[in-house]
C-alpha cells in the first residue's frame, strides 16, 4: 500500500522560511517524478514545483523561483521543499504527489496536469502573516 504523508507546515511571520518533508512508502521512490502543489481558499490547485524522475531536473512555477529549493533523497524516499523569503500568498495547503509520467514536471503549469499524479498526500498547512 502506497502512503504519502507531509509534515513541516506551520505558521511563521513574511520573510520567514520553513522546509517541508514528504515520505513515500510503498512505491520504488526512484522511478516516480515528485512535485509539490498548494491550494489557498477558493482557489485552485497549482503546482509548485517538480523534480522529475527522467534527470533530475527541477521546475517551478513563477511566483517561486529563487525563493523556494525542492530535493530528494532516494535513499530515504522523502521528498523536500525549503521555503525562504516567504510571503503571505504562500499560505496554503502543500501537497506532496508523485507521476509514474516523466513528463510531468516540464508541464507543471498546464491545466488539470494533477490528473497524471497518482498518489497524492493528505497536505500540511503553511500559512505566512504579514
Known amino acids: 500500500q502506497v502512503q504519502v504523508v507531509e509534515s513541516g507546515g506551520g505558521l511563521v511571520q513574511a520573510g520567514g522560511s520553513l522546509r517541508l518533508s514528504c515520505t513515500a512508502s510503498g512505491l520504488s521512490f526512484d522511478d516516480y517524478s515528485m512535485a509539490w502543489f498548494r491550494q489557498a481558499p477558493e482557489k485552485e490547485r497549482e503546482g509548485v514545483s517538480c523534480l522529475s524522475r527522467i534527470d533530475s531536473r527541477t521546475y517551478y512555477v513563477d511566483s517561486v523561483k529563487g525563493r523556494f529549493t525542492i530535493s530528494r533523497d532516494n535513499a530515504n524516499t522523502t521528498l523536500y521543499l525549503q521555503m525562504n523569503s516567504l510571503k503571505p500568498e504562500d499560505t496554503a495547503m502543500y501537497y506532496c504527489?508523485?507521476?509514474?509520467?516523466?513528463?510531468?514536471?516540464?508541464?507543471?503549469?498546464?491545466?488539470?496536469?494533477?490528473?497524471?499524479?497518482?498518489?497524492w498526500g493528505q497536505g500540511t498547512q503553511v500559512t505566512v502573516s504579514s
Open positions: 504527489a508523485a507521476s509514474s509520467f516523466g513528463w510531468v514536471c516540464p508541464a507543471l503549469s498546464q491545466y488539470q496536469i494533477e490528473k497524471y499524479f497518482g498518489y
